[in-house]
């Protein structure tokens, strides 16, 4: 393997702070093949990327996700790692991440900040939130993955082209991590330092706003994978107001009030719920089928082969 095999993906928005010197390092590291996929920024982040070395596009679109799948389009190279321009991860760590794919031991590494971040690289909601997503996609995917929502990351070319990528925000490493384990790669997660953001330059990501996003990715993604989980959370919503209602009713009802609509009201809620848990039952068979369907189909097709 030759370190042009290896194309370093940056995306970057506003990243001038940091974008020159994180080039440097890779160069330093041995890579030469750096590929910077620019949102249009305002701060000269292109012009300094392409004084460095780099070769630059400019994303057609909006979104950190719409800009990584335009230049998943583009590149050629074998061998892909995806770091953030905002000088948060070492380039020194990236032969490391990048051991298991070159081995041929995993399709895609995922570098874990959780163990090795630096004081202030996560504010305490970012944690927060982090730990809630992860403990939601372990799951609903039934993996122990720690940290899905890293921005450093080492895969080969053919392994990010099998995936089926449509999200345009910060949603994308959610989608690639959902997509990774819906297509049977071997993801691995290796320990990685995590820096605090430079002061200079602003973080992009809205914590609620794109939290909230990220879990509703997690959770409508499940409709595929754990559908019992997907119709689950909302039958057990309706069982437990039905369950509440029920609970006044038969409360007034022994006082000697009986609440007709309450009680109308209830039946329907409960049933609702129920129903909700069937559906759930019924979309997890035909998954179950379909997913002997397609397991069938592909061990016909290797024996040809
Ligand atoms: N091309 C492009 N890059 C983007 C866009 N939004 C964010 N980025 C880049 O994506 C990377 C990650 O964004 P950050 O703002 O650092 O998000 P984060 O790492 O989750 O948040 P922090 O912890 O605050 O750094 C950075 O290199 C950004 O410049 C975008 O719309 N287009
Ligand atoms: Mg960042």
Known sequence: MNNADVCILIPTLNEAATIGELIKNFKKEGFSNILVIDGNSKDGTAQIAEAEGARVILQTGKGKGQAMIQAFELIESPYIIMVDGDGTYLAREASSLLKPVLEGRADHVIGNRLNKYSPGAFTKL?????????????????????????????????????????????????????????????????????????????????????????????????????????????????????LFTGTFVVAQWLQGITRIPLSILTALLIIFGLQMFIFGMLSDLIVTLHRQTVNLIQDRNKQRR
Request: net charge positive; aromatic share 10%.
């Open 126 to 242: 970012n944690l927060i939130g982090n730990h809630l997503i992860n403990t939601l996609f372990d799951i609903v995917y039934g993996v122990e993955l720690r940290d899905i929502l890293s921005g450093y990351r080492a895969f080969t070319l053919e392994s990010i082209r099998e995936l089926e990528l449509n999200k345009t925000g910060f949603e994308i490493e959610t989608e690639i991590s959902v997509e990774c384990i819906l297509k049977k790669q071997r993801v691995e997660e290796i320990s990685i330092t995590y820096l605090p953001r430079s002061k200079k330059g602003a973080t992009k990501l809205n914590p609620v706003k794109d939290g909230i996003r990220i879990g509703s990715t997690i959770y409508r993604l499940a409709k595929v994978h754990n559908p019992m989980f997907y119709f689950g959370i909302i039958g057990f919503a309706f069982i437990l107001a039905g």
